[in-house]
């Protein structure tokens, strides 16, 4: 009887485990058998509060992911490059928009696409001319604070 016992207690803790790393890989964003799609870059002024492994949407539906965020090497320019991995199936124009946007009230950011109207494509490794970066609601609140909207 005890036997019987130790084997479903067994089963049960085996079953509770995979759960768990079940859990872990999807939350932590992990990807064991990864899609690969195609790699866009976009650059945008500010990419303030976006982090790696951010969603990247369409019409609010997950496309794809942030794979990197750098800063651009040209000393002329103060600009953030975005690395973004892109669904396989997806096909953009070549007036495409991408914003960085805010979900939710704890303020995760994410990258949001906009289709453009134009008949070129973007080709994997191209790069994103239109961008909107995210509103800067520190400085929002400080010049209102310290009278500098009038």
């Known amino acids: 009887m005890n036997q019987y016992r130790d084997t479903a207690v067994g089963i049960f803790v085996i079953i509770g485990l995979l759960c768990v790393g079940y859990l872990a890989i999807k939350l932590g964003r992990m990807e064991l058998f990864s899609h690969k799609g195609f790699e866009l870059s976009a650059r945008f002024d500010s990419a303030t509060g976006l982090r790696t492994g951010a969603d ?4 609010g539906v997950p496309v794809g992911r942030v794979t990197g965020i750098t800063l651009d090497p ?3 320019r103060s600009q953030a490059i975005v690395k ?6 997806l096909h953009l124009s070549d007036d495409s928009m991408a914003s960085i946007k805010t979900s939710g ?3 995760d950011k994410y990258v949001s696409l906009s289709r453009g109207g134009s008949e070129n494509e973007l ?11 995210p509103m800067d609601l520190e400085s929002l609140i400080s010049k209102y604070a310290f009278g500098g909207v009038k």
Do not use: C, Y
């Not at 973004?84 to 199936?89: F, T, Y």
């Not at 080709?123 to 970066?133: A, L, Q, V």
């Open 74 to 76: 040209d000393p002329l």
């Open 105 to 107: 009230l704890i303020g």
């Open 56 to 59: 990247v949407e369409l019409a």
């Open 84 to 89: 973004l991995e892109l669904n396989k199936n």
């Open 123 to 133: 080709k994997p490794g191209d790069t994103i001319t239109e961008t909107e970066s």
